[in-house]
């Protein structure tokens, strides 16, 4: 019963900021690589940012270096994207991914909808 569920979505002016949450259950969190994806109306889905299990190296989209944090706590199962200087770009359904690379094992969430307008 794996379970990702995404939280934090909302609306946003140009150049706020928001902080998602994805809390894992029913996986060994701290074995799992863990990244956030987003997918705007009628495109395909993109990689914004991921993180290694220990939290010891990050990697991020060229479009929001700089802007985008990804971190984890595997004390809570949980993986964070905080957004900073939003952009309406940055308007998409964001998704949690869990993964462990060394079997080809994914997980999905449900999204959380990010939403940047003037």
């Known amino acids: 019963q794996v379970r990702l569920v995404e939280s934090g979505g909302g609306s946003v002016q140009p150049g706020g900021s928001l902080r998602l949450s994805c809390a894992a259950s029913?996986?060994?969190?701290?074995?799992?690589?863990m990244s956030w994806y987003r997918q705007a109306p009628g495109k395909e889905r993109e990689s914004v940012a991921s993180?290694?299990?220990?939290?010891?190296?990050?990697n991020y989209a060229d479009s929001v270096k700089g802007r985008f944090t990804i971190s984890r706590d595997n004390a809570k199962n949980t993986v964070y994207l905080q957004m900073n200087s939003l952009k309406l770009e940055d308007t998409a359904v964001y998704y949690c991914?869990?993964?462990?690379?060394?079997?080809?094992?994914?997980?999905w969430g449900q999204g959380t909808q990010v939403t940047v307008s003037s």
């Open positions: 029913g996986i060994s969190f701290s074995i799992y690589h």
């Open positions: 991914k869990a993964a462990r690379i060394s079997v080809t094992q994914i997980y």
């Open positions: 993180i290694s299990t220990s939290g010891g190296s990050t």
